[in-house]
């Protein structure tokens, strides 16, 4: 029996169990595949467990133990494991290939999905061709072209004779009745029948279907993907985050296997897509983002202040707080994900309002006749309690995401580890980096005027008044 949190005994931790033959919904059959399938070939086994503070593993967890009890089962040509854990930015690992034709595309799918099952950590590998339903292949002999049929004639009389030809419409009320003719019911439920179908030919003929076409079997394509003409499959995987990361097997494909395959196939190219595609396309759009906001920041306080030197020592602790919002995610045992990044970005402009508090008491004092230690000492003095509060303020604020265990929770903890660690680290940055940048802007400065006016003042001149020329 296992305690829940409202002090009831819990003896199972599946709340159902549910088993669905014939259809399977998008992305059932692993990470990123994106397609519904169809038919008795079909079959999906989901459960559903109960919220995470009444068991003690995750849902990864119980996917690979899940993983390792069912093991490979035989007559199986696709076995794929997954679960729902928050917004999913697609497969781990997912490279998509492109060619003119099928047949080198497809072995090249199963050259690149064999050497990524051959790497430590990777599993529920998928070369991209979707098995589909059974069918019978028809191409037409030399022969039968002779006779003057020809690939639409051949397709139209087997697909007559099976499904049906419309051979009249009728109106009835405001309904139109469509008529069909096709063979009777034992004529056409084996594939002898089919062998033996007897087809016209233009001059008004006869000939056994079997003498027209080969007759030979295949699948159907489940989904045909093009990109500007060109045949396109995705070959992807799930990985073991203890393992490995998306990012090294994605390197060791690009060293390893894809120039072989590229090598041995004129005409395929191949990019990487997925997760690391969306990873690549976040970091470039929040970079961009981020210098807009440092360049805006920048700008205010630098009206604000009356100095373009002043801002720089401001913006020096963005760097630190990005540090220490690391530095929490590997106290706090995650790893860096999307949100990290989006928490990334908002820290860089929370971590500012310490320095910039800190940099204003000091003009105060440099406005007020004080030297630059006294003004910066003084400073720091005044401003010392009000740092502290406010980032234990916000940090304790974010505690309660941060220690959130539920489901719903887990996708926001990233982003609240960024803020939290990021402005606690800072703090210390704020209290004792900044007076020294600004102690070494103020020597440089002195520095400047001896060499271009001569021997500066012993004692710098103090901040001109607001308004004051």
Known sequence: MRPRRDGSTLDTVFEGIRARVGSADTGAFGPGSGIAMTGGHVAVVTTYLVPDADREFGSAEFTRRWRERVGDLPGVDRLSFDYNDGPSAGAKVSVQLEHTQTAPLEAAAARVAAGLANYAGVFDVDDGFKVGKPQLDLELKPAAKGLGLTEFDLAAQVRGAFFGAEASRQQRGRDELRVYVRLPKEERDSVHAIENLLVRTPAGGEIPLHQAAYVSPGTSFTQILRVDGRRTVTVTSDIDPTMTTGNDIRAALARDILPDVVADTPGLTFNFSGEQEAQAEAVGSLTQGLIIAMLAMYSLMAVAFRSYLQPIVILAAVPFGM???????????????????????????????????????????????????????????????????????????????????????????????????????????????????????????????????????????????????
């Not at 204003?360 to 003084?378: C, F, P, T, W, Y």
């Not at 959130?404 to 960024?418: D, F, I, Y």
């Open 323 to 469: 540090f220490g919002a690391v530095l929490g995610h590997l106290l706090m045992g995650y790893d860096l994900s999307f949100l990290s990044i989006f928490g990334l970005v908002a820290l860089a402009g929370v971590v500012v309002n310490d320095s910039l508090v800190l940099i204003d008491a000091v003009n105060q004092l440099r406005m007020e006749g004080k030297s630059a230690l006294d003004a910066v000492i003084g400073g720091v003095t005044r401003r010392v309690r009000p740092v502290i509060l406010t980032s234990l303020t916000t940090f304790f604020g974010l505690m309660p995401i941060i220690l959130e265990r539920s489901n719903q929770a887990q996708w926001l903890v990233p982003m609240a580890l960024s803020l939290g660690f990021g402005v606690l680290f800072v703090t210390g940055i704020a209290l004792v980096l900044v007076p020294c940048l600004y102690m070494m802007i103020e020597d440089l400065k002195h520095g400047f005027r001896w060499l271009v006016f001569g021997e500066p003042s012993a004692e710098p001149e103090p901040l001109p008044q607001p308004g004051g020329r």
